[in-house]
T-cell receptor, first 115, second 110 residues
Framework: DAGVTQSPTHLIKTRGQHVTLRCSPISGHKSVSWYQQVLGQGPQFIFQYYEKEERGRGNFPDRFSARQFPNYSSELNVNALLLGDSALYLC??????????????FGPGTRLTVL | KNEVEQSPQNLTAQEGEFITINCSYSVGISALHWLQQHPGGGIVSLFMLSSGKKKHGRLIATINIQEKHSSLHITASHPRDSAVYIC????????????FGTGTRLTIIP
């Protein structure tokens, strides 16, 4: 069975542009979480979705938004990109709606570079 | 002060050595995760625990809820164990999100 997939794997954008990152969870998983990992640091929680509803939001500006589709795949959108948005964006899926108290299965990540 | 602190930040050891990585946290938690991140970014979940001890192969994870401390041990370490090991906690209030430590970079020399 396929694991969590993310696309694209790498992306280069310039300041002020918009970006959309995509994630497909493991089949049967209804919870998707997004994380930002800046180089040299641990991941930071951005959003969690379960059954197409937002279940949690981290301390990120409104430029960051996300949604989950009926097939449980998810998109993360970032508007008005800043240099500081350069990071590895990770998606994780789980079966349980709790998000944190269930084993998380991570995708390979999308590496975003903002120039 | 970060909610989750790991030590050491970097660890280099010879193949075969017994490895211990520590994680301390400052909040009440409902669960703690140990994760492994290889170069390139992919993260693999190693353990999720809320009490006691878990073992999988050469890996052992323990947690002491009263002392707010967890350890990850690797027995008979091997160069393929070289990776960044990350501790993450789920606080027992709020939206159950994961809060991560900054990771421990482990290098095993043949």
């Amino acid at each position: 069975d396929a694991g969590v997939t993310q696309s694209p794997t790498h992306l280069i954008k310039t300041r002020g542009q918009h970006v959309t990152l995509r994630c497909s969870p493991i089949s049967g998983h209804k919870s998707v979480s997004w994380y930002q990992q800046v180089l040299g640091q641990g991941p930071q929680f951005i959003f969690q979705y379960y059954e197409k509803e937002e279940r949690g939001r981290g301390n990120f500006p409104d430029r960051f938004s996300a949604r989950q589709f009926p097939n449980y795949s998810s998109e993360l959108n970032v508007n008005a990109l800043l240099l500081g948005d350069s990071a590895l964006y990770l998606c994780a899926s789980s079966f349980d709606p709790s998000g944190g108290t269930d084993t998380q299965y991570f995708g390979p990540g999308t590496r975003l570079t903002v120039l | 002060k970060n909610e989750v602190e790991q030590s050491p930040q970097n660890l280099t050891a010879q193949e075969g050595e017994f490895i211990t990585i520590n994680c301390s946290y400052s909040v009440g938690i409902s669960a703690l995760h140990w994760l492994q991140q290889h170069p390139g970014g992919g993260i693999v979940s190693l353990f999720m625990l809320s009490s006691g001890k878990k073992k999988h192969g050469r890996l052992i994870a323990t947690i002491n809820i009263q002392e707010k401390h967890s350890s990850l041990h690797i027995t008979a370490s091997h160069p393929r164990d070289s990776a960044v090991y990350i501790c993450a906690v789920v606080s027992n209030f709020g939206n159950e999100k994961l809060t991560f430590g900054t990771g421990t970079r482990l290098t095993i020399i043949p």
